[in-house]
């Protein structure tokens, strides 16, 4: 993570609130814009070129399913973290990945499909329970709440990596002890 | 009143996978805990020679019952075996046999002998039981004069494995029953979420009481905060959430402000995705500290008697636990639980062996511990906001966990508790008055024991032979009013709602009048005061599982309805099943996971599905029709929602809690949910009957789905949201208003999408983390 310019998390905040405030979950504008790489990375503005990307779907974390793509696995082997296994299994069919956050902290995530959308839980830290679910977006049974609607969860594997990568910043943010900063329905709590 | 008899859960599924789901007959043994009518255990007699109307045991199968008496506490009860369809009674053949059995094993006080068919299409009586594509019918034979008598028995089920899964916990196998100092138990090892390995130890009156968990470490028994209020089979994955952020606090010493916000978060936070209820309120409990007053809804003053000659209570229900595993079983009486709600509810201590117990199983803990003089003071859980209700062994309509607990002849004739019966409530039952704790019968049946069991099987009422024996149909009646609008053919159809609060019951009671003649109702929640207000209920269901409380409004209108309840979570009952059986689903929870999941289920098996929904504060609403060829749920919303927020209206659906994904209560005025609530009953109706019927109600349902305008929104207040905009040019407008938009498929959906790319919603299941960890561990 040492040779990745860590991002200007106010930077990521306030393009990420300024598309929620728009009502803009993708924006087209560059400058306006935040993508995650395969490692983990947060991109704000400009990002490097010939580089495997996802777009980060910039509505609240609390969105809507669209459809599911087909060449999954395919796509992960290209866009997620090199350490991304696929976990097989009749209880537990999904994507197990690490990373480190924008504050150099681990995260392991899974994600799958529910039949209608894909989800994350958050696997180490263990966190779940003890955040609160409003103040961390993280539910007591582990998942993420990446959406308002559609269960929480993306429509794509590419939305729900990339949301999750987020998030874990913003958990970061509040492990410092400050609101979630990536959610307007978290506004209240800074007092603006 | 029919005799219960406790199968634990995982009994009743051998039975249905062993021999249900195989051609008659198959049979196998039945064992249990010893003394008590409580089956813990299934031996399939797989080698028997078997044809399709004979069952006869092997010489095998009684040796391997020998083997396993001699290595465990189980003693055999009897004998389940499968009949041929239309023969769900003993045959004269079987009845000889238990005489024979009753011959041989005198110390059997009653032989059970349950008869499993695949008659599937009959209404439920209370002895009997469905799963899956089985019916389980429960006889026993006991002693008489002249022989024996054989009566059918009611099966309470025991939501052992249910409660654990909830909980994450993985068993090494079924419990096995153990005899741990003169008391038995039902024994595993198990892995528990976050907190390692374990040995469980379940009394046979779990979940009234709290397991008995002992790390295999050798430390001392955990702590579990044990809060009857919820469902029992939220109740352990509550306890060992509590239990693992009490943890979780210490090892992180977190700051005070930390916790001060968990806290502050309150109880409809902490009601967890995996189902904790109050569990933040309940962490000092589990910390050991007694008589702490608790957080909102709690026990307020937490008034725990401690007996003289008895153990104290704690408020935590898991004190029982422990003094049983401490060797100490006379010490187990006196066991307060948590009353959730029983605000000031003086605890009621009993004169010899009583503490006085806010709420609680201490009857029973005593006499599994074999020593029923112990047993006074217990009381049963008032559910309630009214709170209060302590009675000694009274089975009150609202001692929703305590049922299992209560009617127990011993704690009936040794209290003499006072009962600190609120009349609002409705709920306590005097003490130590059997007759009247018989009397809650069709309640405790189908009722509070049945829903605790998370797959009550249908509760015909006292409706479906009253109703005949009088010689008339109710049924025909209702439709007096309604010739040409709706057609009889109603009494046939079943409609399964899921959630019944204020939309929900208000939906069972339309469809009742309207002579719908069978409804499953799927809901976890208890009945509180509050909801009396905004729904169907009265002050004397407080208390009562929502569930069962609609299917008694349903039978109030007809007493010839079917009437399946269940007391349960989306997750926690056989979806696929009930959505088969139902000719329309009524989607009337606000929780978006239950929405999306049971739109899926309900579209991939080709029923019409519809959806209320309230926006904040009633102020206005949705309807969503889902069926063959529409939008499904998730497409609608998904569009729809975000669209119409898009046009700068701002955000008009409900908001939910992050913790719970349920709706944050509202005020909002009953007469505007029924608005919605109506026009969702009128288009239910309509799916009801087939689309070329030749009455009203079909065709408006129908040219719903031809028009292609599923989506309905609702305004109640004259400037609301988008119709004062949209309405403008119209005159007189006023509300209630509506609009019916038309919402497109997406071809990628995998509910409603291209059918190549749809989702079995059977495939999936929510994985569990602490599983994905220990794969992960390998
Ligand atoms: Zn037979
Ligand atoms: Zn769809």
Redesign the pocket.
């Given at each position: 993570m040492s040779d990745v310019e860590r991002t200007d998390l106010n930077r990521l905040r306030d393009i990420i609130r300024s598309a929620q405030q728009q009502g803009d979950q993708y924006p087209v504008d560059p400058r306006a814009r935040v993508t995650v790489g395969s490692e983990g990375e947060i991109y704000t503005g400009q990002a490097p070129v010939g580089r495997p990307l996802s777009k980060v779907q910039h509505g609240t974390f609390a969105a809507r399913v669209r459809g599911r793509e087909v060449e999954d696995l395919r796509w992960a082997a290209k866009h997620m973290p090199r350490n991304t296994q696929f976990i097989e299994h009749r209880d537990a069919r999904g994507w197990c990945y690490s990373f480190l956050s924008q504050m150099g902290r681990p995260y392991t995530m899974f994600a799958y499909f529910d039949g209608v959308s894909y989800q994350v839980k958050l696997v180490e830290p263990r966190l779940e329970g003890l955040v609160g679910a409003h103040a961390g977006h993280l539910y007591a049974n582990g998942r993420l709440c990446l959406s308002q609607s559609g269960d929480s969860g993306q429509p794509t594997l590419e939305e729900a990596y990339s949301k999750s990568v987020l998030w874990a910043t913003g958990m970061d943010v509040v492990l410092a002890g400050y609101p979630f900063p990536f959610s307007t329905n978290n506004e209240f709590e800074y007092d603006l | 009143m029919l005799t219960p008899v406790r199968v634990a859960d995982f009994v009743v599924d051998a039975i249905a996978a062993r021999i249900g789901a195989v051609e008659p007959?198959q049979g196998g043994a039945l064992l249990g805990l010893p003394g008590l009518d409580y089956v813990t255990e299934f031996i399939h007699d797989a080698g028997a020679a078997t044809t399709g109307t004979r069952?006869r045991n092997t010489d095998r199968l009684i040796t391997t019952i020998g083997a396993r008496e001699a290595a465990s506490a189980a003693r055999f009860k009897g004998i389940v075996?499968s009949?041929p369809r239309g023969m769900p009674v003993?045959?004269s053949?079987?009845q000889s046999e238990y005489a024979e059995s009753l011959r041989l094993n005198p110390q059997l006080a009653r032989y059970l002998a349950p008869?499993v068919t695949h008659d599937v299409d009959t209404p439920l009586a209370g002895h009997e039981l469905r799963l899956g594509p089985a019916r389980i019918s429960f006889f026993g034979a006991e002693r008489a004069a002249d022989g024996f008598v054989l009566s059918p028995v009611r099966p309470v089920v025991v939501p052992v494995t249910r409660m654990l899964r909830r909980a994450g916990v993985r068993p090494e196998g079924n419990p096995a029953a153990i005899e741990v100092e003169g008391a038995t138990l039902l024994a595993t090892h198990a892995q528990l979420p976050g907190l390692g390995a374990v040995t469980l130890l379940l009394g046979a009156d779990f979940p009234a009481t709290a397991p008995i968990v002992l790390p295999q470490d050798g430390t001392g028994p955990l702590a579990l905060a044990w809060d009857l209020g919820v469902p029992a089979v939220e109740r352990l994955a509550g306890a060992v959430l509590t239990l693992r952020r009490g943890r979780a606090r210490e090892r992180e010493g977190r700051d005070a402000s930390h916790r001060g916000e968990a806290g502050g978060g309150g109880a409809a936070q902490a009601v967890g995705g995996d189902g904790g209820a109050d569990v933040g309120n309940l962490a000092k409990a589990a910390d050991g500290v007694a008589g702490t007053g608790n957080g909102a809804g709690s026990a307020a003053g937490g008034a725990v008697g401690a007996g003289t000659e008895v153990g104290a209570g704690s408020l935590a229900g898991s004190a029982a636990g422990n003094a049983v595993g401490a060797g100490n079983p006379a010490q187990a009486a006196g066991v307060g639980s948590l009353a959730r709600s029983a605000a000031g509810g003086a605890a009621s201590a009993g004169n010899e062996a009583g503490a006085g117990s806010l709420a609680g199983s201490a009857a029973v803990d005593a006499v599994n511990a074999g020593n029923p003089a112990q047993v006074a003071g217990a009381g049963s859980l008032a559910g309630s906001a009214t709170g209060g209700a302590v009675g000694a062994g009274s089975l009150a309509r609202s001692a929703a966990g305590g049922a299992a607990s209560a009617g127990n002849p011993a704690a009936g004739n040794q209290t003499g508790a006072k009962s600190l019966a609120d009349s609002a409530a409705g709920g306590a039952i005097g003490a130590g008055s059997l007759a009247q704790a018989a009397g809650a019968g069709s309640l405790a049946g189908s009722g509070a024991e049945g829903a605790a069991a998370a797959g009550a099987g249908e509760f015909p009422g006292a409706g479906a032979e009253r109703g005949g024996a009088s010689g008339r149909d109710p049924a025909a009646l209702l439709f007096a009013r309604t010739g040409g609008i709706l057609s009889p053919g109603l009494r046939d159809r079943r409609v399964l709602i899921v959630g019944a609060g204020s939309v929900g019951s208000y939906m069972a009671e339309v469809l009742a009048r309207s002579g719908v003649g069978a409804f499953t109702i799927v809901d976890p929640d208890v009945v509180e005061a509050v909801n009396v207000g905004r729904s169907a209920y009265r002050v004397g269901d407080v208390g009562l599982g929502k569930a069962v409380a609609a299917g008694e409004v349903v039978l109030s209108v007809n007493p010839g309805a079917r009437v399946g309840a269940f007391g349960a979570r989306h997750e926690d009952v056989d979806l696929a099943a009930l959505v088969g059986d139902a000719d329309v689903v009524v989607v009337a929870t606000d929780d978006p996971g239950a929405q999306a999941r049971v739109g899926h289920f309900a579209y991939w098996a080709g029923r019409p599905a519809v959806f209320p929904g309230l926006y904040q504060g009633a102020r206005g609403g949705e309807i969503i029709v889902a069926a063959g060829g529409s939008a499904c749920f998730a497409c609608a919303t998904g569009g729809v929602r975000a669209d119409v927020q898009e046009t700068g209206s701002g955000e008009v659906a409900a908001r939910t809690d992050y913790g719970t994904g349920r709706l944050i209560a509202e005020p909002g005025l009953l007469a505007d949910v029924h608005h919605v609530a109506a026009i969702a009953a009128k288009a239910a109706l309509g799916l009801l009957h087939e689309p070329d019927d030749d009455v009203a109600a079909a065709l408006f349902a129908y040219g719903i789905l031809k028009a292609g305008t599923t989506y309905a929104v609702f305004g109640h207040e004259p400037e609301y949201w988008i119709f004062a905009e949209l309405m403008r040019a119209a005159p007189a407008q006023y509300a209630y208003q509506s609009l019916w938009l038309s919402v497109a498929s997406r071809s990628d959906c995998p509910v409603c999408g291209e059918p190549k790319g749809r989702t079995d919603p059977s495939a999936y299941q929510e994985p569990d983390i602490d599983f994905i960890r220990a794969l992960r561990d390998q």
């Amino acid at each position: 993570m040492s040779d990745v310019e860590r991002t200007d998390l106010n930077r990521l905040r306030d393009i990420i609130r300024s598309a929620q405030q728009q009502g803009d979950q993708y924006p087209v504008d560059p400058r306006a814009r935040v993508t995650v790489g395969s490692e983990g990375e947060i991109y704000t503005g400009q990002a490097p070129v010939g580089r495997p990307l996802s777009k980060v779907q910039h509505g609240t974390f609390a969105a809507r399913v669209r459809g599911r793509e087909v060449e999954d696995l395919r796509w992960a082997a290209k866009h997620m973290p090199r350490n991304t296994q696929f976990i097989e299994h009749r209880d537990a069919r999904g994507w197990c990945y690490s990373f480190l956050s924008q504050m150099g902290r681990p995260y392991t995530m899974f994600a799958y499909f529910d039949g209608v959308s894909y989800q994350v839980k958050l696997v180490e830290p263990r966190l779940e329970g003890l955040v609160g679910a409003h103040a961390g977006h993280l539910y007591a049974n582990g998942r993420l709440c990446l959406s308002q609607s559609g269960d929480s969860g993306q429509p794509t594997l590419e939305e729900a990596y990339s949301k999750s990568v987020l998030w874990a910043t913003g958990m970061d943010v509040v492990l410092a002890g400050y609101p979630f900063p990536f959610s307007t329905n978290n506004e209240f709590e800074y007092d603006l | 009143m029919l005799t219960p008899v406790r199968v634990a859960d995982f009994v009743v599924d051998a039975i249905a996978a062993r021999i249900g789901a195989v051609e008659p007959e198959q049979g196998g043994a039945l064992l249990g805990l010893p003394g008590l009518d409580y089956v813990t255990e299934f031996i399939h007699d797989a080698g028997a020679a078997t044809t399709g109307t004979r069952y006869r045991n092997t010489d095998r199968l009684i040796t391997t019952i020998g083997a396993r008496e001699a290595a465990s506490a189980a003693r055999f009860k009897g004998i389940v075996h499968s009949h041929p369809r239309g023969m769900p009674v003993p045959s004269s053949q079987d009845q000889s046999e238990y005489a024979e059995s009753l011959r041989l094993n005198p110390q059997l006080a009653r032989y059970l002998a349950p008869i499993v068919t695949h008659d599937v299409d009959t209404p439920l009586a209370g002895h009997e039981l469905r799963l899956g594509p089985a019916r389980i019918s429960f006889f026993g034979a006991e002693r008489a004069a002249d022989g024996f008598v054989l009566s059918p028995v009611r099966p309470v089920v025991v939501p052992v494995t249910r409660m654990l899964r909830r909980a994450g916990v993985r068993p090494e196998g079924n419990p096995a029953a153990i005899e741990v100092e003169g008391a038995t138990l039902l024994a595993t090892h198990a892995q528990l979420p976050g907190l390692g390995a374990v040995t469980l130890l379940l009394g046979a009156d779990f979940p009234a009481t709290a397991p008995i968990v002992l790390p295999q470490d050798g430390t001392g028994p955990l702590a579990l905060a044990w809060d009857l209020g919820v469902p029992a089979v939220e109740r352990l994955a509550g306890a060992v959430l509590t239990l693992r952020r009490g943890r979780a606090r210490e090892r992180e010493g977190r700051d005070a402000s930390h916790r001060g916000e968990a806290g502050g978060g309150g109880a409809a936070q902490a009601v967890g995705g995996d189902g904790g209820a109050d569990v933040g309120n309940l962490a000092k409990a589990a910390d050991g500290v007694a008589g702490t007053g608790n957080g909102a809804g709690s026990a307020a003053g937490g008034a725990v008697g401690a007996g003289t000659e008895v153990g104290a209570g704690s408020l935590a229900g898991s004190a029982a636990g422990n003094a049983v595993g401490a060797g100490n079983p006379a010490q187990a009486a006196g066991v307060g639980s948590l009353a959730r709600s029983a605000a000031g509810g003086a605890a009621s201590a009993g004169n010899e062996a009583g503490a006085g117990s806010l709420a609680g199983s201490a009857a029973v803990d005593a006499v599994n511990a074999g020593n029923p003089a112990q047993v006074a003071g217990a009381g049963s859980l008032a559910g309630s906001a009214t709170g209060g209700a302590v009675g000694a062994g009274s089975l009150a309509r609202s001692a929703a966990g305590g049922a299992a607990s209560a009617g127990n002849p011993a704690a009936g004739n040794q209290t003499g508790a006072k009962s600190l019966a609120d009349s609002a409530a409705g709920g306590a039952i005097g003490a130590g008055s059997l007759a009247q704790a018989a009397g809650a019968g069709s309640l405790a049946g189908s009722g509070a024991e049945g829903a605790a069991a998370a797959g009550a099987g249908e509760f015909p009422g006292a409706g479906a032979e009253r109703g005949g024996a009088s010689g008339r149909d109710p049924a025909a009646l209702l439709f007096a009013r309604t010739g040409g609008i709706l057609s009889p053919g109603l009494r046939d159809r079943r409609v399964l709602i899921v959630g019944a609060g204020s939309v929900g019951s208000y939906m069972a009671e339309v469809l009742a009048r309207s002579g719908v003649g069978a409804f499953t109702i799927v809901d976890p929640d208890v009945v509180e005061a509050v909801n009396v207000g905004r729904s169907a209920y009265r002050v004397g269901d407080v208390g009562l599982g929502k569930a069962v409380a609609a299917g008694e409004v349903v039978l109030s209108v007809n007493p010839g309805a079917r009437v399946g309840a269940f007391g349960a979570r989306h997750e926690d009952v056989d979806l696929a099943a009930l959505v088969g059986d139902a000719d329309v689903v009524v989607v009337a929870t606000d929780d978006p996971g239950a929405q999306a999941r049971v739109g899926h289920f309900a579209y991939w098996a080709g029923r019409p599905a519809v959806f209320p929904g309230l926006y904040q504060g009633a102020r206005g609403g949705e309807i969503i029709v889902a069926a063959g060829g529409s939008a499904c749920f998730a497409c609608a919303t998904g569009g729809v929602r975000a669209d119409v927020q898009e046009t700068g209206s701002g955000e008009v659906a409900a908001r939910t809690d992050y913790g719970t994904g349920r709706l944050i209560a509202e005020p909002g005025l009953l007469a505007d949910v029924h608005h919605v609530a109506a026009i969702a009953a009128k288009a239910a109706l309509g799916l009801l009957h087939e689309p070329d019927d030749d009455v009203a109600a079909a065709l408006f349902a129908y040219g719903i789905l031809k028009a292609g305008t599923t989506y309905a929104v609702f305004g109640h207040e004259p400037e609301y949201w988008i119709f004062a905009e949209l309405m403008r040019a119209a005159p007189a407008q006023y509300a209630y208003q509506s609009l019916w938009l038309s919402v497109a498929s997406r071809s990628d959906c995998p509910v409603c999408g291209e059918p190549k790319g749809r989702t079995d919603p059977s495939a999936y299941q929510e994985p569990d983390i602490d599983f994905i960890r220990a794969l992960r561990d390998q």
